[in-house]
């Protein structure tokens, strides 16, 4: 079973500019989560799908953030304008529903580093 | 609301010594709680999971937590440090609804020969 895959890994970007995250979720799993750690604290809650609808954005810090969630499958998270406190590794999970996250926890992908200068 | 506070961002060993990874929790409702590892370049794995029944849950790799409800604590052990377990450890509470994690700040496991 392929993992949860996230593209890319590294991302360096100007102020500015606009980056877009993929998170490929593990195959029929519904919910999917975006986190992000910033300068080596906690990691943070941004957003949940469940298939293609948002369940809960609640961590979203602002409107230059948007994320979609094509027919349940793959997501994509936009940054635009970037700013330089954007900058952090971003974490994209996935599980299948509540009783598999239950018994298994979230399955994450390796993460993308973004950095904006 | 939840939290959770991992006492201590960089714990070091020897190896073959105890491992002790402390995590405190604070949920309004029954929580479910987790730990997480993290090796260079990878996301996170599971270790293990408290969610309902036994209170000392055995994870992966020879670790084990114990939920503790009046202390509000799941603090992570393992008897033995290996090398390999050198790593970036996460506590991690959620809810039954299974929507969003609240973690840690992470505590950074050096073992030393």
């Known amino acids: 079973e392929a993992g949860v895959t996230q593209f890319p890994s590294h991302s360096v970007i100007e102020k500015g500019q606009t980056v877009t995250l993929r998170c490929d979720p593990i195959s029929g799993h519904d919910n999917l989560y975006w986190y992000r750690r910033v300068m080596g604290k906690e990691i943070k809650f941004l957003l949940h799908?469940?298939?293609?609808?948002?369940?809960?954005e609640s961590g979203m810090p602002n409107n230059r953030f948007l994320a979609e969630r094509t027919g349940g499958t793959y997501s994509t998270l936009k940054v635009q304008p970037a700013e330089l406190e954007d900058s952090g590794v971003y974490f994209c999970?996935?599980?299948?529903?509540?009783?598999?996250?239950?018994?298994?926890?979230?399955?994450f992908g390796s993460g993308t580093r973004l950095t904006v200068v | 609301a939840q939290s959770v506070t991992q006492l201590g961002s960089h714990v070091s060993v020897s190896e073959g010594a105890l491992v002790l990874l402390r995590c405190n929790y604070s949920s309004s409702v029954p929580p479910y709680l987790f730990w997480y590892v993290q090796y260079p370049n990878q996301g996170l794995q599971l270790l293990l999971k408290y969610t309902t029944g036994a209170t000392l849950v055995k994870g992966i790799n020879g670790f084990e937590a114990e939920f503790k409800k009046s202390e509000t604590s799941f603090h992570l052990t393992k008897p033995s440090a290996h090398m390999s377990d050198a790593a970036e450890y996460f506590c991690a509470v959620s809810d039954l609804n299974a929507g969003k994690s609240t973690f840690g700040d992470g505590t950074t496991l050096t073992v030393k020969p």
């Open positions: 999970a996935s599980s299948q529903d509540s009783t598999g996250f239950r018994d298994y926890g979230y399955t």
């Open positions: 799908f469940v298939k293609e609808s948002k369940q809960d």
